[in-house]
């Protein structure tokens, strides 16, 4: 079956590098690159969009709290049924290394003080949720020493605490990449990494199935 464009009202934002998910039948968009008109260069956005699949509108919420700055190339996950986590991304010529918490309900943002060792300031990781409230992330692209990453880290988002970790086997590093957690009978998460680039011109076509151990 083809696909069919939707006749949405409302505005629908012009994004690129956005990140989305869906939450009780809306699509949350979160920041992205935006253009400007000629010769301004494009801009990054913090701006959250919703969009109802029941009655195929677009919104912006009033939210509240501590907004995150504009950025692209970050992390966005649903966890605890009624609220999201925010990692990382970019603002030319910056990336980042903060966490954002946003409760669904009340459309309020906090940012936590986090305790342990966090991950350098990055984009364009890849980020997956595992059981028991756990923010699993690996690799991306450090824009302060222009290298690409292959180091894995978890967030604690109860404990508020980040710990280092190891992919077993070892992935080599890469940036736009995609990460599930793969559901099944096993005690040990198995992980599925797909894809990404060396940010250097080569492409991964590679299916890695990985067990996070501490380091």
Request: aromatic share 10%; charged share 20%.
């Amino acid at each position: 079956r083809l696909a069919s464009r939707l006749l949405a009202v409302g505005n629908a934002p012009k994004r690129a590098y956005h990140t989305s998910v869906l939450f009780q039948r809306e699509l949350l968009v979160f920041g992205g690159v935006f253009p400007n008109p000629d010769p301004q260069p494009d801009s990054c956005s913090n701006e959250l969009y919703i969009f109802n699949t029941d009655t195929n509108s677009w919104y912006q919420p009033i939210v509240t709290g501590d907004i995150p700055s504009p950025r692209s190339g970050h992390s966005l996950l649903l966890y605890d049924e009624k609220k999201a986590i925010i990692f990382g991304g970019w603002d030319a010529p910056k990336c980042f290394d903060d966490v954002y918490l946003l409760d669904l309900v009340l459309m309020e943002y906090s940012r936590p003080e986090v305790n342990g060792q966090k991950p350098t300031a990055r984009s364009w990781h890849s980020s997956s949720l595992l059981e028991g409230g756990r923010l699993l992330i690996h690799g991306g692209f450090d824009g302060a020493s222009n290298k690409v990453l292959g180091d894995s880290f978890i967030f604690d988002i109860d404990k508020l605490t980040w710990i280092k970790v190891i992919a077993r086997p070892e992935i080599s590093p890469r940036v736009g990449h995609v990460m599930f957690l793969k559901e099944g009978t096993s005690k040990e998460e198995e992980i599925l990494v797909f894809g990404g680039g060396d940010n250097a011109g080569s492409f991964f076509s590679d299916l890695l199935k990985i067990q996070i151990v501490p380091e």
